[in-house]
């Protein structure tokens, strides 16, 4: 996949985002900002869209997102200023595979939505690896390629269409478990049916 063509993408979704695709992952969603608001501290938010996430997030941790797409940005810093979301330290615009941050900045890393859309997906879980802080968790929830039955002939067929869409419908999960860093120490499948997937990942020292 293409940054450019996620860029372009991103473009066009921006403007219905919240009303299609954020209606559809609203539950596994809250699932993750509830684990993350519990761990409180410093969190990372790769791949932060329109800010559906942002209003859900406890007032007593302290947010940073980054998205590439400066038209998702400015829908988010819409909501921060709107909603008067004091929690939101930064939004800024970043490509994911080389995160402008020092090493072990942040408590939790979040990647939501954001795995299968990525050029490079294995940058970007080293990328946010790294600026995960030893003990601290990755945590991510992305849909993941299907074996078989029909959602898997479904996933291969809009494969072809990736740099359209702006995401990989057949998006192996094999691909973000490689990193030695980071220990799988819980994965849930999530609402609707278990079409996402949550994996939350230590960081080892």
């Not at 947010?63 to 004091?86: C, F, H, N, Q």
């Not at 067929?157 to 990736?162: C, D, G, K, L, W």
């Not at 057949?170 to 996402?196: S, T």
């Amino acid at each position: 996949m293409e940054i450019d063509a996620v860029a372009r993408s991103y473009r066009r979704w921006a403007p219905v985002y919240d009303f299609s695709f954020g209606a559809i992952s609203r539950s596994a969603r809250r699932h993750v900002v509830d684990h993350v608001s519990r761990r409180g501290g410093e969190a990372l938010e790769v791949g932060i869209g329109t800010g559906l996430a942002l209003p859900l997030y406890d007032g007593q941790i302290r947010v940073t997102g980054i998205d590439y797409s400066d038209e998702m940005l400015a829908r988010a810093r819409k909501k921060v200023a709107e909603e008067g979301l004091t929690h939101v330290v930064a939004l800024r615009q970043m490509d994911a595979r080389a995160l402008d941050f020092p090493d072990a900045a942040f408590d939790t890393v979040v990647a939501m939505f954001l795995v299968s859309v990525v050029p490079e997906p294995e940058q970007v879980i080293s990328e946010m690896t790294r600026v995960c802080r030893p003990g601290g968790e990755v945590v991510i929830v992305n849909h993941f390629a299907t074996d078989t039955g029909p959602l898997a002939r479904i996933e291969r067929a809009f494969s072809r269409f990736e740099n359209t869409l702006g995401w990989h419908s057949d998006f192996p999960k094999q691909r973000v478990l490689g990193d030695a860093r980071l220990r799988l120490i819980e994965e849930i499948p999530m609402p609707p049916v278990g079409l996402f997937t949550f994996l939350r990942f230590q960081r080892l020292a």
